[in-house]
């Protein structure tokens, strides 16, 4: 266990050391040199697939690691592509993974056995050539659902366990997540918002800047809120 501990430090370490001056690159360009976008999305999404890595490099849960594969598929999406309602839909399986991994072990064992058929036919009719804006609607209101119950799933985690550092990480990392989905909500309105409505210049480009601002930092704490049940089974 003590060896485990230890190396989950130095993992740690270095991924937040590799975080940093990605975070700093992003911002700074989001902020000061917009026209960078390409540079920008390769920095943020360089993040996620450190975060992933991190998850399976220190033999994480199944289902964390499952929520980390459906993330770095749906940031894709977003990231490099035009096709948004695909990338919403593919994180509902993210989200279903994260709830699921937030439940008692006896109750998660049984709620599992659906995950895998419930995510792939979302992931399925993401993957639908013509699946375009109009389905954005109804897979955001899904994708909605699905965020807030997996952050109440980590409150009621962290309720039962208020003591556990990775109960305390998930929570603030679901909170963070909400925050960047309130922020991209907030540019899709300035988005889909005519003349005198839409956002001012400034506000715009903060408003999008803060979407990662919140987002990676999530991505960060909950690639570390691996129970300690997990953490013993590992040892």
């Known amino acids: 266990m003590r060896i ?5 430090r130095g993992a740690t370490l270095a991924l937040g050391a590799c975080l940093a001056p990605i975070f700093v690159a992003f911002v700074a360009i989001d902020l000061f040199v917009p026209g960078h976008a390409d540079m920008s999305g390769a920095l943020k999404y360089t993040g996620v697939l450190l975060c992933a890595a991190y998850a399976v490099w220190q033999r994480q849960s199944a289902l964390l690691i499952a929520a980390m594969l459906f993330t770095i598929a749906a940031d894709a999406f977003l990231l490099f592509t035009d096709r948004f309602a695909a990338g919403v839909a593919v994180f509902i399986g993210a989200q279903i993974c994260h709830a699921l991994r937030f439940l008692p072990d006896a109750r998660r064992q049984t709620a599992s056995a659906v995950v895998c058929a419930a ?11 013509n699946l375009r804006q109009n389905a954005a609607i109804p ?5 909605a659902f699905c965020l807030v119950l997996a952050a109440f ?3 009621q985690w962290f309720h039962r366990a208020p003591d556990d550092p990775a109960a305390r990480r998930a929570l603030f990392g679901m909170l963070l997540f ?5 922020c991209v909500a907030l540019h899709n309105a300035d988005l889909v918002s005519s003349g005198a409505a839409a956002w001012p210049s400034a506000l715009r480009q903060g408003i999008g800047a803060a979407i990662w601002c919140f987002y990676l930092p999530s991505q960060f704490l909950l690639v570390r809120s691996a129970s300690s049940a997990c953490l013993r089974r590992r040892s």
């Open 178 to 182: 909400i925050g960047c989905d309130i």
């Open 139 to 143: 897979f955001a209101a899904l994708y």
């Open 153 to 155: 799933r980590a409150g």
């Open 119 to 129: 995510a792939c036919a979302i992931a399925s009719v993401a993957l639908l050539p």
């Open 4 to 8: 485990d501990k230890r190396s989950e």
